[in-house]
């Protein structure tokens, strides 16, 4: 049979395998694929220098690793007067984990007084939008593709009160200690890169969930459309 058509046909299944996983991806919450992967175990950041997001309402995850170095993960964002923003956090399920509480706060000019000490200060007038998820229910989640393991906590939407900008912090009431992920936003956005970039982040997760590299099927279909590929690679360049 014709090299180009044998090619060819393979390209086309390796196509319709990526396309149809992805759709999975795409249905299932908390993926990789649905959630725009912006921060894993990086650098410090603090409100002067905090990560900045082009807009809280498209899906965004955030996995932390808190430490004295770093005992507070700091987003800024622009909010519309009424926007919803939709926040849910979550633990590695991990014994060592199981029992804290994490806390994120959306602060801002307009915000209401927290009713409690922050372990840090916000600019004079600014108040805070409190998610404390000692105060919320907790169940079991998992992950498919990355095969990853939470607690995760009840999801909360809060109203902005005012157009202005914003900024999310997350930290541990009892100590800087801990791992916790966040993800927030309801609009999924996607990029052609998604296709290199979701897998090198779903690396990451995986390591910051203290779990396998081969955890979940997102390896599984990796080490196939790479199988795929090469011989797509092969035949293309055999002779006739």
């Given at each position: 049979?014709?090299?180009?058509?044998?090619?060819?046909?393979y390209?086309?299944?390796?196509?319709?395998?990526?396309?149809?996983?992805?759709?999975?991806?795409?249905?299932?919450?908390?993926?990789?694929?649905?959630?725009?992967?912006?921060?894993?175990d990086?650098?410090?950041?603090?409100?002067?220098?905090?990560?900045?997001?082009?807009?809280?309402?498209i899906?965004?995850?955030?996995?932390?690793?808190?430490?004295?170095a770093?005992?507070?993960?700091?987003?800024?964002?622009?909010?519309?007067?009424?926007?919803?923003v939709?926040?849910?956090?979550?633990?590695?399920?991990?014994?060592?984990?199981?029992?804290?509480?994490?806390?994120?706060?959306?602060?801002?000019?307009?915000?209401?007084?927290?009713?409690?000490?922050?372990?840090?200060?916000?600019?004079e007038?600014?108040?805070?939008?409190?998610y404390?998820?000692?105060?919320?229910?907790?169940?079991?989640g998992?992950?498919?593709?990355?095969?990853?393991?939470?607690?995760?906590?009840?999801?909360?939407?809060?109203?902005?009160?005012?157009?202005?900008?914003?900024?999310?912090?997350?930290?541990?009431?009892?100590?800087?200690?801990?791992?916790?992920?966040?993800?927030?936003?309801?609009?999924?956005?996607?990029?052609?890169?998604?296709?290199?970039?979701?897998?090198?982040?779903?690396?990451?997760?995986?390591?910051?969930?203290?779990?396998?590299?081969?955890?979940g099927?997102?390896?599984?279909?990796?080490?196939?459309?790479?199988?795929?590929?090469l011989?797509?690679?092969?035949?293309?360049?055999?002779?006739?």
């Amino acid at each position: 049979m014709n090299t180009k058509v044998v090619g060819g046909r393979y390209m086309a299944a390796s196509a319709v395998l990526m396309g149809g996983l992805l759709v999975m991806a795409a249905a299932t919450a908390h993926n990789p694929w649905e959630y725009q992967t912006r921060y894993v175990d990086g650098p410090p950041t603090t409100l002067e220098n905090p990560l900045v997001l082009e807009s809280a309402q498209i899906k965004s995850a955030f996995y932390f690793r808190a430490t004295a170095a770093k005992p507070v993960l700091w987003i800024r964002f622009e909010g519309t007067y009424g926007d919803e923003v939709r926040l849910r956090l979550g633990l590695p399920a991990k014994a060592e984990y199981a029992s804290l509480r994490p806390v994120a706060v959306i602060s801002g000019q307009d915000c209401p007084e927290p009713g409690r000490a922050l372990p840090f200060a916000l600019p004079e007038g600014w108040g805070a939008l409190v998610y404390d998820t000692a105060q919320t229910a907790v169940s079991d989640g998992y992950e498919g593709y990355t095969g990853a393991r939470s607690y995760q906590f009840e999801e909360q939407t809060y109203t902005l009160p005012a157009s202005g900008t914003y900024y999310i912090a997350v930290y541990f009431p009892t100590g800087p200690e801990g791992k916790c992920w966040l993800t927030l936003g309801t609009e999924r956005k996607t990029h052609l890169t998604d296709l290199f970039t979701v897998p090198v982040h779903a690396a990451a997760i995986r390591a910051f969930f203290e779990i396998s590299p081969l955890s979940g099927w997102g390896a599984t279909l990796n080490l196939v459309v790479t199988i795929m590929l090469l011989i797509v690679g092969v035949i293309a360049v055999s002779p006739n």
